[in-house]
């Protein structure tokens, strides 16, 4: 068996609970999460509004700092290494693309200076920077005109290809997409999905992919894992988890897209949750879904389930009920 | 007021700012109990439109055109008459909840000064109706949260608050600038299920301002699609779905990934970008874009029945099958 990329097990990453905390005095932001990325695969993290997905990410990338679990790249345990080591492999092996390309980009830089700027840091020669700049333009569909251009006077999908770009610059092997699309309009969308298709093709990259839109996270993942609060609620191959999704949280959220289709989507019979997503500071003491889930038992509120195979599917989780 | 006039007709409305023209020459039209959505992306001028019918555009903006709310054209009356008009006729609600609401005041007394404002009601009949409508929104203990704070509140439930000051003085018309884009998806299936109920209970009429074409197979019974700064189609939802009659309309549609069919293919693009307002080309819009573009288009096409019982303005609606 070839080894995994990334290999994450028993991520934890908790931070010091604000004052007006009750209960418990940190705040649980990412609680066990484990996951392999083989290389020239793509991962997905999807989830709701402070699931933790986002925040994984970020300790991968050595952004937030980790409680505790193990993060290995190529076997290679990270958080072992000395820190000039683990950050010259964090920031040659791995980049990211944010949401907001107009956030991510400086307003005052032009754009080849911008996808420059990471090659200039790391002291490449400059006929290598030209050579790089031209090849990453030209990967993601940039004409040399834009090179001197500024963000504002490119449109948000070009922008986007500008962060692409840049993070391609020094060469990874694994780059973070937090929600690379979710700022841009319908029509672009699809361009820049394409495009992160066909570099995976080309380079052979890996990605993790952080979404909330499940349509766009079928179409480009090969594997999935859905977080709820922190925890992972379940995970599987991207085929098995939509087509027989087994946790009551991954049904009520596939149920709750509505489809582009107004015959298929006035005919489906919706799960809608009821109540809010907990607060983390407050996250139930069992399993985290508890107070929404359709299905609980007594023990789901005070035992956490293990994470296991499903009954009758081919996907993990952490189901009282629905465990093998 | 007469009976067979519709809630709400649009006809030529012009919004101009610093002479550029953000929406130009749009009709449209809501019946009682009807939802109509508006679609389109960023720039097109839907938001504008919905806050031109709202008389709530920015001071520099120039709106022309008519506007008449239950048969009365709005022009025809003292600015005094057509602000009282408007507040009796029609509501908003906006996307971000916690910006549209005043952090300082309580979330109850926001809810009560809508009916006072509207119908001149006293502070205890308010109170009274405000906590029976947030009940009525989903808001449990409603007595409880009149007395809390914005901050305390989810976004989900802070969109409730906003639908329950929407909905406190019984308007005819409501019109809803994509209210559920900010919240999760779980969420977001609650809020759509509360406003159909509403619509269903009330026989309210709705505008529905949104980008989300699930949103719109799911709430609308029409859809007008707009394309910088005009309506290119409009329709009854199932037809316009099954059938577009504008490229536009259709590629926006081919480009969405969906929850089934093939995965990691390329998806549909559509050429080049939004134009920028004021910008925008001569006679046909998207014909930039457009695969089905030719000569012809240079000459606006008006919006003129096609075929399968709704309007578009193309020149080549005959050619659509072509782009499948």
Not at chain 1, 223 to 231: A, N
Not at chain 2, 221 to 231: F, K, L, N, Q, S
Not at chain 2, 251 to 272: D, N, V, Y
Request: contains cysteine; positive net charge.
């Amino acid at each position: 068996m070839t080894e995994p990329l990334l290999s994450v097990s028993d991520l934890r990453i908790h931070f010091p609970a604000p004052r007006r905390a009750h209960r418990e005095s940190v705040l649980k932001a990412v609680d066990g999460v484990s996951f392999q990325i083989g290389r020239g695969r793509t991962l997905a993290l999807v989830g709701e509004s402070g699931c933790g997905k986002s925040t994984t990410g970020y300790g991968i990338l050595g952004l937030a700092p980790i409680t505790s679990g193990r993060v290995a790249y190529e076997g290679q345990d990270i958080g072992t290494l000395p820190e000039t080591q683990r950050r010259a492999l964090l920031s040659r092996e791995m980049q990211i693309v944010f949401q907001d390309p107009a956030a991510a980009l400086n307003p005052k830089m032009t754009i080849a200076d911008s996808i420059c700027e990471p090659m200039r840091i790391r002291r490449l020669p400059s006929a290598e920077i030209q050579r790089r700049l031209r090849r990453v333009m030209d990967l993601v569909g940039l004409s040399s005109i834009q090179a001197q251009r500024l963000p504002s006077q490119i449109s948000g999908g070009q922008r986007q290809r500008v962060v692409i770009a840049r993070a391609l610059a020094l060469d990874p092997k694994l780059i973070v997409c937090d929600e690379p699309v979710s700022a841009l309009d319908v029509s672009i969308r699809s361009q820049v999905l394409n495009i992160l298709m066909d570099l995976q093709a080309e380079l052979g990259l890996s990605y993790l992919f952080i979404s909330h839109d499940l349509s766009v996270v079928r179409h480009i993942a090969d594997e999935v894992v859905v977080m709820y609060l922190g925890q992972v609620m379940e995970q599987g191959a991207t085929d098995a988890l939509f087509d027989a999704p087994r946790h009551p949280y991954t049904e009520a959220l596939l149920s709750a897209i509505p489809l582009p289709d107004p015959v298929a989507q006035r005919a489906r019979d919706r799960i809608v949750l009821k109540g809010e997503i907990p607060s983390p500071l407050s996250a139930p003491e069992g399993c985290p879904f508890v107070t929404r889930c359709p299905i609980r038992v007594a023990r789901c509120q005070t035992e956490r389930p293990a994470f296991t195979a499903a009954q009758g599917g081919a996907t993990l989780l952490a189901c009282h009920e629905r465990a093998a | 007021m007469t009976a067979e006039a519709p809630l709400l007709s649009v006809q030529g409305l012009t919004v101009s700012i610093g002479g550029a023209r953000i929406v130009d020459g749009l009709d449209l039209q809501v019946a009682r109990g009807e939802i109509l959505a508006l679609v389109g992306e960023s720039g097109c001028g839907k938001s504008m439109t919905a806050l031109s019918i709202l008389g709530l555009q920015p001071g520099a903006a120039e709106v022309g055109g008519s506007i008449a709310l239950e048969g009365t054209p709005l022009a025809m009356l003292s600015r005094r008459a057509a602000r009282a008009k408007r507040r009796q006729t029609m509501s908003v609600i906006f996307q971000e909840p916690i910006a549209a609401l005043n952090p300082l005041m309580r979330v109850g007394d926001q809810v009560a000064e809508a009916l006072i404002l509207a119908t001149g009601a006293g502070r205890a009949t308010a109170r009274q109706a405000a906590v029976e409508v947030m009940a009525k929104v989903g808001i449990s203990d409603p007595e409880r949260r009149f007395g809390q704070y914005p901050f305390e509140l989810s976004g989900g439930m802070c969109q409730r608050i906003s639908i329950a000051a929407a909905l406190i003085a019984r308007p005819r018309l409501l019109i809803a600038d994509e209210p559920t884009t900010a919240l999760d998806v779980t969420i977001q299936a609650s809020i759509l299920d509360l406003m159909k109920a509403l619509r269903r209970e009330t026989g309210m009429g709705m505008m529905l301002i949104t980008h989300d074409m699930g949103v719109v197979a799911e709430m609308a019974d029409r859809v007008a699609v707009m394309y910088a700064g005009r309506i290119v189609e409009a329709g009854p939802v199932h037809e316009l779905f099954a059938r577009p009659r504008h490229p536009y309309t259709a590629l926006l549609l081919s480009t969405i990934p969906r929850l089934t069919g093939a995965r990691k293919t390329h998806l549909r693009t559509i050429s080049g970008t939004v134009p920028d307002i004021g910008r925008w080309p001569e006679g046909c819009r998207f014909r930039t874009r457009c695969p089905l573009a030719d000569g012809a288009c240079a000459t606006q096409p008006l919006l003129a029945a096609a075929r399968g019982g709704h309007l578009a303005a193309c020149w080549h609606t005959d050619l659509l099958e072509t782009l499948a």
